[in-house]
């Protein structure tokens, strides 16, 4: 079993930054990919970005040229990196580990931006 656990959410007005960090354990074996995902009241759950162990990384639209994802290999942590944050971003972001043994999630962590 994989465990995730986010941290780094909180209240932030528009324009400002958060970092959010996600740090794995358990049974990782090699990982594919990490990623964030949100999911806004009313709204589906989405991509916002993932890092794959090759390749770059993929950022959705609405977030490309403010959010940055990346990764420390040897924490098994992922980070991503918020700036110029909108009140559209405000949504639970959900940690996303892939790898052998299938798909974990986070217990998801709370971004409120404050217009």
């Known amino acids: 079993q994989v465990q995730l656990v986010e941290s780094g959410g909180g209240l932030v007005q528009a324009g400002g930054s958060l970092r959010l960090s996600c740090a794995a354990s358990?049974?990782?074996?090699?990982?594919?990919?990490m990623g964030w995902f949100r999911q806004a009241p009313g709204k589906q759950r989405e991509l916002v970005a993932v890092t794959a162990s090759r390749g770059s990384p993929n950022y959705s639209d609405s977030v490309k040229g403010r959010f940055t994802i990346s990764r420390d290999n040897a924490k098994n942590t992922v980070y991503l990196q918020m700036n110029s944050l909108k009140p559209e971003d405000t949504a639970v972001y959900f940690c996303?580990?892939?790898?052998?043994?299938?798909?974990?999630w986070g217990q998801g962590t709370q971004v409120t931006v404050s217009s």
């Open positions: 358990g049974s990782i074996f090699s990982i594919d990919a």
């Open positions: 996303n580990l892939k790898n052998r043994g299938g798909y974990y």
